[in-house]
Nanobody, 130 residues
Framework: QLQLVESGGGLVQPGGSLRLSCAASGFSLEHYAIAWFRQAPGKEREGVSCITDADGYTYYADSVKGRFTISRDNAKNTVYLQMNSLRPEDTAVYYC???????????????????????WGQGTQVTVSS
């Protein structure tokens, strides 16, 4: 069974930082693209960031460019999302998910959408508030 578990969320003040983790079990994420999505109350689910397995391709939504960094550690079977300069509008439940096959072309063409991604975890709550 393919499973991903998100962790690292919490309450942080505006301008603060958090690092989210996406840990895989039941499979090796080495050959998967891993993406982070988020969903805030009353809003559509938003693609935040994505990283591919081999060529180092990364994607960031415009809303997080320059503030968030995605990385992977295959030895730990974990993908991270470092979030800096957090804003109240970053408040959401953050999910990670995997995709088989090449995603770079379609992400560049259509943006990071949830279709084609699976093995969704429970999510981790990020709250940015003073």
């Amino acid at each position: 069974q393919l499973q991903l578990v998100e962790s690292g969320g919490g309450l942080v003040q505006p301008g603060g930082s958090l690092r989210l983790s996406c840990a895989a079990s039941g499979f090796s994420l080495e050959h998967y693209a891993i993406a982070w999505f988020r969903q805030a109350p009353g809003k559509e689910r938003e693609g935040v960031s994505c990283i591919t397995d081999a060529d180092g391709y990364t994607y960031y939504a415009d809303s997080v460019k320059g503030r968030f960094t995605i990385s992977r550690d295959n030895a730990k079977n974990t993908v991270y999302l470092q979030m800096n300069s957090l804003r109240p509008e970053d408040t959401a439940v953050y999910y990670c998910a995997e995709a088989l096959g090449e995603v770079e072309a379609r992400v560049e063409a259509t943006g990071l959408q949830s279709a084609g991604f699976g093995s969704w975890g429970q999510g981790t709550q990020v709250t940015v508030s003073s």
